[in-house]
């Protein structure tokens, strides 16, 4: 009898044990098959609106670029987080989402968005003003930016049949009290213009950017004012070995390149 007991205990611990260990290779096995849950995106969409504000059709083939950049570093190259490129058909504006990783926005961070529009390479319409699209007061479903056109570079006025008004001297702006300076050159190798105090009349000799006057013949009127600019444009003149011309800028430069004086294109009404 009390072998039956001691026997039927025995069995019972064995089941126990195998039930046990049963639920260990069971547990082990839930949890190396259990799968890894996925992470949460960051990505999200800025909505941009971009226009401009006068009548102007774009030419064929030109494209919008737009770009959200982290321009904190005022010493350094902006961290560009999204951009977009689209080409354009039809009148503003033009919407274009950008995708970004909200994970690397930053609290205390600048952000901007920028917007331009080219054509071929060249340079159409531009935003000028910084766009923080992430500021409280811009949390908008769509984010408006504003291009503005890009002055074309005016054409290089021409030596001859200009009046060039004197503006700076020695790098010095000049303080006119009575009448400016001028300088004026006719195609037939003639110049006359004003000094300060008296007015000068002669002729020049030019190739390609060489310019040089001959000595120059001028009034023998005497000044209390602008005595000091009459001497400084007649010394000048005497100086001057070349010339450049930007836009209606002229330049005056000695046999070293350096620049003597710098004139305006100026147009009489």
Known sequence: MASDTFSSFKRASLCSLMILGSSLVLSGCSEDSAEPQAEQST???????????????????????????????????????????????????????????????ADRHRYSVSARIENQGKLLYIS????????????????????????????????????????TIAGEALNVETKEPFVQFKDDGSTHGFLGCNSFSGSYEISEQTLTFNPLASTKKMCVEQMD??????????????????GEQLILLDDSNEPLATFIATYMN
Do not use: C
Not at 237 to 246: E, K, P, R
């Open 229 to 246: 600019i009459e001497a400084a444009m007649s010394a000048l003149l005497a100086s001057t070995a070349q010339f450049s011309i930007n």
């Open 128 to 167: 000028t003003t910084h766009n923080n699209p992430f500021s409280e007061n811009t949390m908008d479903d769509v984010y408006k930016v504003t291009v503005s056109k890009v002055s074309a570079k005016k054409p290089d006025v021409t030596l001859t049949n200009t009046y060039w008004k004197a503006v």
């Open 43 to 105: 990505m999200k969409t800025l909505n941009t609106q971009v226009t401009y504000l006068d009548r102007s059709m774009l030419p064929p083939g030109s494209v919008l670029k737009v770009q959200l950049a982290d321009v904190s570093k005022m010493d350094a190259k902006a961290d560009v987080i999204s951009e977009q490129e689209v080409q354009l058909n039809g009148a503003p504006p033009y919407n274009v989402a950008l995708e970004y990783d909200e994970s690397k926005i």
